[in-house]
Nanobody, 122 residues
Framework: QVHLVESGGGLVQPGGSLRLSCAAR????????MGWYRQAPGKQRELVAA???????NYADFVKGRFTISRDNAKNMVSLQMNSLKPEDTAVYYC????????????????WGQGTQVTVSA
């Protein structure tokens, strides 16, 4: 019923930038906290950034000062601007809907989408 479609990934050099987008369909998007997650091969999925319905944000330590999460409720979309990219940022990036509208407790609720691959390499 709820579908998440990520886009915007690609190959970029260290120090470069990418902007990821996530389109959500089948929910009242403006009511929910949203999160960006990533997973590298052989690693656990980890939370990257979150934004509440009111616009409060939270970031993992390893992306603070480099990434910015934002949302456009008119388009049912959440974005992740990624600057100063590092090779260790290489992963598949996913978005998801939080089970409650707070960044304090992040529990992904919707079935995972396909994600979008980000590769940072010279």
């Amino acid at each position: 019923q709820v579908h998440l479609v990520e886009s915007g990934g690609g190959l970029v050099q260290p120090g470069g930038s990418l902007r990821l987008s996530c389109a959500a369909r089948g929910i009242m998007f403006s009511d929910y906290t949203m999160g960006w997650y990533r997973q590298a091969p052989g690693k656990q999925r980890e939370l990257v950034a979150a934004i509440s319905s009111g616009g409060t944000t939270n970031y993992a330590d390893f992306v603070k000062g480099r990434f910015t999460i934002s949302r456009d409720n008119a388009k049912n979309m959440v974005s992740l601007q990624m600057n100063s990219l590092k090779p260790e940022d290489t992963a598949v990036y996913y978005c998801n809907v939080n089970i409650v509208d707070t960044i304090a407790t992040m529990v992904p609720w919707v079935d995972w989408g396909q994600g979008t691959q980000v590769t940072v390499s010279a």
